[in-house]
């Protein structure tokens, strides 16, 4: 079965410091992969997602992920972060042809001033 | 555009109580899901749609009832409410399927007593 770890429960970045959340997956087929944003108290939204292609993806809010086929991994990266990004974060997969998506338990971003 | 809409925000119910949770999409969207949110396990499908008239389980259907009789609305029922049953729900909807991202609704959150 699919799955979707985030070995990051909490993560504290400072004001304009760079961000990495990693995801990792256990998949046997090609993935379709997802990052999700959830601010306090709001549904999610979609931020960037990976079919094919070129391995580095954009997004919105000037986030990027880069799928790394060998790692089994897609980390989500963003040069500077604002305070606005404050939030909790979801990776999640679905393979193709499948209705199920899968989400990891999530990392939550705390920014500090 | 209001998108996907929840419907009631917030619930408290007694145990062995039901209660529909209304989910409507004003989108055209053929796939719609329903995933609960708990703290520290990420988000779990409870029941999706491909389509009206097509329901499936997910990966927590126990407990809970669903029906598609048309494309805009997706409610999801508890038929006897118990306190594991406490949680924020999530509706989603897609164009094309999950594969190419939902839109989620801002939740209800349930609690049982």
């Known amino acids: 079965a699919q799955s979707v770890t985030q070995p990051d429960i909490h993560i504290t970045v400072s004001e304009g410091a760079s961000l990495e959340l990693r995801c990792n997956y256990s998949?046997?087929?090609?993935?379709?992969l997802f990052w999700y944003v959830q601010s306090p108290g709001q549904g999610l939204q979609l931020l960037l997602k990976?079919?094919?292609?070129?391995?580095l993806v954009q997004g919105i809010k000037g986030f990027e992920a880069e799928f790394k086929r060998s790692q089994s991994s897609f980390n989500l990266r963003k040069p500077s972060v604002h305070w606005s990004d404050a939030a909790e974060y979801f990776c999640?997969?679905?393979?193709?042809?499948?209705?199920?998506?899968?989400f990891g338990k999530g990392t939550k971003l705390t920014v500090n001033p | 555009n209001a998108g996907v809409t929840q419907t009631p925000k917030f619930q408290v119910l007694k145990t062995g109580q039901s209660m529909t949770l209304q989910c409507a999409q004003d989108?055209?969207?053929?796939?719609m899901s329903w995933y609960r949110q708990d703290p520290g396990m990420g988000l779990r499908l409870i029941h999706y749609?491909?389509?009206?008239?097509?329901?499936d389980q997910g990966e927590v259907p126990n407990g809970y009832n669903v029906s598609r009789s048309t494309t805009e609305d997706f409610p999801l029922r508890l038929l006897s409410a118990a306190p594991s049953q406490t949680s924020v729900y999530f509706c989603?909807?897609?164009?094309?399927?999950?594969?190419?991202?939902?839109?989620f609704g801002s939740g209800t959150r349930l609690t049982v007593v």
């Open positions: 990976y079919f094919s292609g070129d391995t």
């Open positions: 999640a997969v679905t393979q193709g042809g499948s209705e199920k998506l899968v």
């Open positions: 749609s491909v389509g009206a008239g097509i329901t």
């Open positions: 989603a909807s897609s164009y094309q399927g999950p594969n190419y991202g939902y839109t």
């Open positions: 998949y046997g087929a090609t993935p379709y």
């Open positions: 989108m055209n969207h053929e796939y």
